[in-house]
C-alpha cells in the first residue's frame, strides 16, 4: 500500500521564478492538504483541497495556489518566488471522514537562491 | 484562536530514561482533535496519536503514552525508557472541528536528542 508520494525531492530555484511542487495522496484518500515548514519551526497550513476544490485556506498571498486532480492527485504551485519561500513543503492526505488523520509524505525541499 | 505551545525546545537525555514532552492547546471550540507527528531527520511527519476532546483517558502504546487533560489544555507526551532511535523533533497540533476544512495547527516542536 504506497504511501504519500511527493516529487521532485529537492529543488533549487532563484527569486521571481516559479516552482510547481506533486503529490499523489495515499491509496483510498480524497483529501490532500499543503503545508509549508520552515527552518527550526512547525509546519504551517497552506490549502487543503477537496473534489478538486480548495475547501479551506490558510494565510498565505495568492502567490501560492493549487490544483487537486480528478485522481486525487494534487499541485502546489508558487509564483514570484522569494527568498523567504525556501522551506521543507509537504503534502498530506486523508479522508473526508470530519478529521480523520493526515499522513504526510517525504516533503520537497526548495531552496530560493 | 486556536493555538498550540510546546514550551520545550530541545531536550537531551541518555538512554533508558524517562522522558515527557509537553503541549498546551488553546481553542474556542469544544470539539475539536489533538494530534503527536515525530519528525526524524528524514523530514517526513509521522502519525503516533490522535485524541478527540470527548476522550480524556490516557493512552498507552508500547513505550509512548499520552496524558490529556481538558481542565489545564495539556496533552503531553511520555516516552519509557527511552532509546537512540527516538531522537526527533516532535510536534503536537490541533484540528477544530467546526472549520470547512481539518487543517492542522503546529506547535514549534520539541527536539528530543538521546544519547547512548
Redesign the interface.
Known sequence: DAGVTQSPTHLIKTRGQQVTLRCSPKSGHD?V?W?QQAL??????IF?Y?EEEE??R?NFPDRFSGHQFPNYSSELNVNALLLGDSA?Y?C?S?LDE??????????T?LLVL | AQKVTQAQTEISVVEKEDVTLDCVYETRDTTYYLFWYKQPPSGELVFLIRRNSFDEQNEISGRYSWNFQKSTSSFNFTITASQVVDSAVYFCALSEANQAGTALIFGKGTTLSVSS
Open positions: 483529501t492538504s503545508y527550526g519551526q512547525g509546519p504551517q497550513f487543503q477537496y475547501r479551506q490558510g521543507l509537504l498530506a486523508s470530519r478529521l480523520e488523520t493526515q499522513y504526510f509524505g517525504p516533503g525541499r
